[in-house]
């Protein structure tokens, strides 16, 4: 049942009249029978692994808490990161590494049969794990109070709009927000209402129609057209922004709907002038978590070795990043590309303001927002690719198979239909420095950009329901 298919849309609004007439208390009770509803639809059988988690961290928690020195408080937050990391690794991560072992040792002569797990992945358990982890850990800290109530804490984990692909909202901002009565304005409605229209149109129309056209590229047989890879490459990036910005636009509004306030996921990700920037404005709720939960203890514990010290956080950081996505090794590529690249732009920092401070802001800004697009986009390859072998020969290809003879008129004015309103409103974003610039037009304005966003989703929409990239992660 994805956000973008009838049976959510009937199911949403059953949920949504029946919360507007509850008090606060049933109110939440609905929200959380909703969520398990709404996760057991997906599979029924990963639901106890669901509530496993919940239990195990709530009760982490209330033990972290209470604990009276920090020996006690070290055993229970181990307890919680073993039990989370520890269902993750068998459910995501055996297999990978079990293969990966196997290969290992017959390159050397040492044969080996694997010992592998006959199991799929349940979906969301990286997100919801993210979740309740960032709980226990704030709790260590001190940063934070248990929840009393444990039905509370249980809706902060599954939550419905969030619980499949984030973002991955942190207990200290979300939990208040469910515990305390909730203001329901009509200023949020049309906030939500814009969101979740833009998010289904972002979906639907933009990264759905781009995602054929990238697929029939990546699915083609080798030699590949150089021409053809470069325009599927930029088609790409903006497929997988599109698919996820407008997964975590309809879940901001249909929060906002019931009073939430979810966390921005992107922020003008693609007009960042270097890659340290695009990190901070791209899926933000997982880069800020592995910031502050992952680099910023290993930076702060290898703080005698200076900038080695913070080159070394930040490549295990964006090494994990890329396992997070998933276990395969295109994945764990992605994050040590964006390691290398981050690390190089840490190192000549000082070189880099010199010669942007020689040409004019405009055109450093452009320059820079333009390589770094560049840059992500060519590295968006490896999760189009079925593996590293084929990336490889797709990269091979768009430098040493590159005809610009050869391009594909038709080909690029498909890709230029369905890339520009997402460049348009994203620019209009960028100028105002607001994600919700649309709704700060002029009435005659923003009716005509609805009307045709309206036309261009039922007459180019694709149909059927098409699941979100980041539900594979």
């Given at each position: 049942?994805?956000?973008?298919?009838?049976?959510?849309?009937?199911?949403?609004?059953?949920?949504?009249?029946?919360?507007?007439v509850?008090s606060?208390?049933w109110?939440?009770?609905?929200?959380?029978?909703?969520?398990?509803?709404?996760?057991?639809?997906?599979?029924?059988?990963?639901?106890?692994?669901?509530?496993?988690?919940?239990?195990?961290?709530?009760?982490?928690?209330?033990?972290?808490?209470?604990?009276?020195?920090?020996?006690?408080?070290?055993?229970?937050?181990?307890?919680?990161?073993?039990?989370?990391?520890?269902?993750?690794?068998?459910?995501?991560?055996?297999?990978?590494?079990?293969?990966?072992?196997?290969?290992?040792?017959?390159?050397?002569?040492?044969?080996?049969?694997?010992?592998?797990?006959?199991?799929?992945?349940?979906?969301?358990?990286?997100?919801?794990?993210?979740?309740?982890?960032?709980?226990?850990?704030?709790?260590?800290?001190?940063?934070?109070?248990?929840?009393?109530?444990?039905?509370?804490?249980a809706?902060?984990?599954?939550?419905?709009?969030?619980?499949?692909a984030?973002?991955?909202?942190?207990?200290?901002?979300?939990?208040?927000?469910?515990?305390s009565?909730?203001?329901?304005?009509?200023?949020?409605?049309?906030e939500?209402?814009?969101?979740?229209?833009?998010?289904?149109?972002?979906?639907?129309?933009?990264?759905?129609?781009?995602?054929?056209?990238?697929?029939?590229?990546?699915?083609?047989?080798?030699?590949?057209?150089?021409?053809?890879?470069?325009?599927?490459v930029?088609?790409?990036?903006?497929?997988?922004?599109?698919?996820?910005?407008?997964?975590?636009?309809?879940?901001?509004?249909?929060?906002?709907?019931?009073?939430?306030?979810?966390?921005?996921?992107?922020?003008?990700?693609?007009?960042?002038?270097?890659?340290?920037?695009?990190?901070?404005?791209?899926?933000?709720?997982?880069?800020?978590?592995?910031?502050?939960?992952?680099?910023?203890?290993?930076?702060?514990?290898?703080?005698?070795?200076?900038?080695?010290?913070?080159?070394?956080?930040?490549?295990?950081?964006?090494?994990?990043?890329?396992?997070?996505?998933?276990?395969?090794?295109?994945?764990?590529?992605?994050?040590?590309?964006?390691?290398?690249?981050?690390?190089?732009?840490?190192?000549?920092?000082?070189m880099?303001?010199?010669?942007?401070?020689?040409?004019?802001?405009?055109?450093?800004?452009?320059?820079?927002?333009l390589?770094?697009?560049?840059?992500?986009?060519?590295?968006?390859?490896?999760?189009?690719?079925?593996?590293?072998?084929?990336?490889?020969?797709?990269?091979?290809?768009l430098?040493?198979?590159?005809?610009?003879?050869?391009?594909?008129?038709?080909?690029?004015?498909?890709?230029?239909?369905?890339?520009?309103?997402?460049?348009?409103?994203?620019?209009?974003?960028?100028?105002?420095?607001?994600?919700?610039?649309?709704?700060?037009?002029?009435?005659?304005?923003?009716?005509?950009?609805?009307?045709?966003?309206?036309?261009?989703?039922?007459?180019?929409?694709?149909?059927?329901?098409?699941?979100?990239?980041?539900?594979?992660?």
């Amino acid at each position: 049942m994805s956000f973008n298919s009838l049976p959510f849309a009937l199911f949403f609004i059953s949920i949504y009249l029946l919360y507007l007439v509850l008090s606060h208390k049933w109110q939440n009770r609905l929200l959380l029978a909703a969520s398990y509803i709404f996760y057991a639809l997906w599979d029924g059988r990963f639901l106890a692994l669901l509530l496993f988690s919940t239990v195990v961290d709530y009760a982490c928690g209330i033990k972290i808490h209470e604990a009276q020195d920090q020996r006690r408080k070290k055993l229970f937050l181990f307890c919680s990161l073993f039990c989370n990391l520890g269902v993750l690794g068998i459910f995501k991560y055996f297999n990978f590494f079990a293969l990966s072992l196997q290969e290992l040792l017959n390159s050397i002569g040492v044969p080996l049969k694997p010992v592998t797990l006959h199991i799929i992945l349940p979906v969301g358990i990286s997100f919801y794990t993210f979740k309740t982890l960032s709980y226990t850990i704030d709790m260590y800290r001190g940063e934070l109070q248990p929840t009393k109530n444990f039905f509370d804490y249980a809706l902060f984990v599954s939550f419905f709009p969030n619980i499949l692909a984030g973002p991955i909202d942190r207990a200290k901002d979300f939990v208040p927000q469910i515990t305390s009565p909730r203001n329901l304005t009509l200023n949020k409605f049309y906030e939500g209402s814009y969101l979740i229209f833009w998010g289904l149109f972002e979906k639907v129309f933009i990264a759905d129609n781009l995602a054929r056209i990238v697929e029939n590229v990546f699915s083609s047989t080798p030699p590949y057209n150089g021409v053809n890879v470069l325009l599927a490459v930029y088609a790409l990036a903006v497929q997988v922004f599109c698919d996820f910005d407008g997964y975590s636009n309809i879940a901001r509004g249909i929060g906002k709907y019931m009073g939430f306030e979810i966390m921005v996921n992107f922020n003008m990700p693609y007009f960042s002038p270097n890659l340290t920037e695009l990190w901070r404005r791209w899926h933000i709720s997982l880069s800020g978590w592995f910031k502050d939960y992952v680099y910023t203890p290993i930076a702060i514990n290898r703080r005698y070795w200076g900038t080695w010290g913070t080159l070394y956080a930040l490549f295990i950081c964006f090494l994990l990043i890329g396992l997070w996505h998933g276990p395969e090794w295109k994945y764990i590529l992605f994050g040590i590309l964006q390691g290398i690249v981050l690390s190089a732009e840490l190192l000549t920092r000082k070189m880099r303001k010199r010669i942007a401070r020689r040409l004019s802001a405009p055109i450093a800004d452009v320059a820079g927002i333009l390589l770094t697009f560049s840059f992500f986009s060519l590295c968006c390859v490896l999760f189009q690719a079925a593996d590293v072998s084929q990336a490889l020969r797709i990269y091979h290809d768009l430098i040493f198979n590159f005809s610009p003879h050869d391009i594909s008129v038709e080909y690029a004015r498909q890709i230029l239909l369905f890339s520009l309103p997402a460049v348009l409103v994203q620019f209009l974003q960028y100028k105002k420095n607001d994600l919700l610039a649309v709704l700060q037009l002029p009435v005659w304005w923003r009716g005509s950009l609805y009307f045709a966003m309206y036309y261009l989703l039922v007459v180019y929409g694709v149909e059927g329901g098409k699941e979100f990239v980041y539900f594979q992660f």
